[in-house]
Every structure is written in structure tokens, then in C-alpha cells.
């Protein structure tokens, strides 16, 4: 998972505020997908994107969350208006293609507490 | 969906004991990944292992694809394997988004 790079890796932000998670995906990998983990929970998925384009974002929730990987820089998760329930480690993965037998690599996560 | 299933949930384990642990999935997959979480909060990939067999150090791991489970063996348990170990399967719907078990929680006591 060595080049998966997520900042910042804590984030702490009072209940109404936005929240703006990074990711930059290993060199050469231009598929992206994010996930989340509440507390004592397993990683569940949230969307997956290639460049410019979100590909399935079945797993985000319909409301107050939005991601973009746009053509040039980092992918960004970005949660509006943040709630206690917010609260989670945000993790993200890269890999080369979107081949659905493709290895995923991780980054170290993002924490993010809400007051 | 398909479903994960990881067995045992706990584990407690002297250090330098063997374990098993089990990962059960409903349907057919294309990738299957282990990770170690550690107590630190840091996901740590183990094995891509859709199939077959993989060794690395005192960890192996051993997929069954169709039989629909996959088997990671950690010998000589160091305290430094304290986490909780995920299995994680995909390749549903053409998109490689992965589906995480439950895990398991390992405690290695010196």
C-alpha cells in the first residue's frame, strides 16, 4: 500500500461544517475508490471514480456528500454540513485499471471527528 | 450482494501459537485481498489471493474459489500481529469495488 497518499490524516471539525478529504493515488494508477469505516465496524465502499468521471457511487450517502477526481491533482471526498455520525476513518484505494480482478492499494486513511 | 462471512470473531493467542483464520463468500469473485489492520488505525495489504496459494514469512494464505472461501495461516504468533485481519472480496457488477467481512480481532499475549 507504499504510494497511496491521504491528507490530512486527522481532521477534526464542528457539527455544520465541511469537510474536505484528499487522496492522490499511486504513479500510474488512475482509478480511485473510497471507503469508510465507522467505529468498531468493517470498511464499507463508497464510490469509485477514474479521472474526471465518477463510475459507481452506489455507496455514498444521497445527501451532503460529493467526490471528484478531477483531470489534474488529488481525489477529493468532500462531506457538507458534517454530523456526529460523520465520524469515521475515510479510507482510500488506488489501482492501475478498473478491471474488476484488479488489486487494490490503500492509503493510511483519514480520521475525521466531528464535535 | 455477496455476503462475507469471517470466522473466528476473537482470537486470543499466546505468542509463537499457529492460528486459522476463515473467510466464507456467497457468490463467485474476481479479486480477494487480506489486510491487517493494526492497532494504529493502518490498513496493511497481506495477499491478493482470488485463488491458489501465497507465502510471505510466517503468513500464508490459501483461496478456494470454488468452494467459495479463503484461508489465511499466521505461524509463530508475534505480539506485533495484534489487529484485526479483514478478507475482502470483489469483482460484482464488472466494478472491483471491494466487499469487507466483519474481521477478526487477534490478541497476541507475550
Known amino acids: 500500500n507504499a504510494g497511496v497518499m491521504q491528507n490530512p490524516r486527522h481532521l477534526v471539525r464542528r457539527r455544520g461544517q465541511e469537510a474536505r478529504l484528499r487522496c492522490s493515488p499511486m504513479?500510474?494508477?488512475?482509478?480511485v475508490y473510497w471507503y469508510r469505516q465507522l467505529p468498531e465496524e468493517g470498511l464499507k465502499f463508497m464510490v469509485y471514480l477514474q479521472k474526471e468521471n465518477i463510475i459507481d457511487e452506489s455507496g455514498m450517502p444521497k445527501e451532503r456528500f460529493s467526490a471528484e477526481f478531477p483531470k489534474e491533482g488529488p481525489s477529493i471526498l468532500r462531506i457538507q454540513q458534517v454530523v456526529r455520525g460523520d465520524s469515521a476513518a475515510y479510507f482510500c484505494?488506488?489501482?492501475?485499471?478498473?478491471?474488476?480482478?484488479?488489486?487494490?492499494?490503500f492509503g493510511p486513511g483519514t480520521r475525521l471527528t466531528v464535535l | 450482494g455477496i455476503q462475507v462471512e469471517q470466522s473466528p470473531p476473537d482470537l486470543i493467542l499466546q505468542e509463537g501459537a499457529n492460528s486459522t483464520l476463515r473467510c466464507n463468500f456467497s457468490?463467485?469473485?474476481?479479486?480477494l485481498q487480506w489486510f491487517h489492520q493494526n492497532p494504529w488505525g493502518q490498513l496493511i495489504n497481506l495477499f491478493y489471493?482470488?485463488?491458489g496459494t501465497k507465502q510471505n514469512g510466517r503468513l500464508s494464505a490459501t483461496t478456494v474459489a470454488t468452494e467459495r472461501y479463503s484461508l489465511l495461516y499466521i505461524s509463530s504468533s508475534q505480539t506485533t500481529d495484534s489487529g484485526v485481519y479483514f478478507c475482502?472480496?470483489?469483482?460484482?457488477?464488472?466494478?472491483?469495488?471491494?466487499?469487507f467481512g466483519a474481521g477478526t480481532r487477534l490478541a497476541v499475549h507475550p
Open positions: 489471493i482470488p485463488s
Open positions: 475482502a472480496v470483489g469483482g460484482g457488477g464488472g466494478y472491483n469495488k471491494l466487499i
Open positions: 457468490d463467485s469473485v474476481n479479486n
Open positions: 484505494a488506488s489501482s492501475p485499471r478498473g478491471r474488476a480482478f484488479d488489486e487494490q492499494f
Open positions: 504513479k500510474g494508477h488512475s482509478h
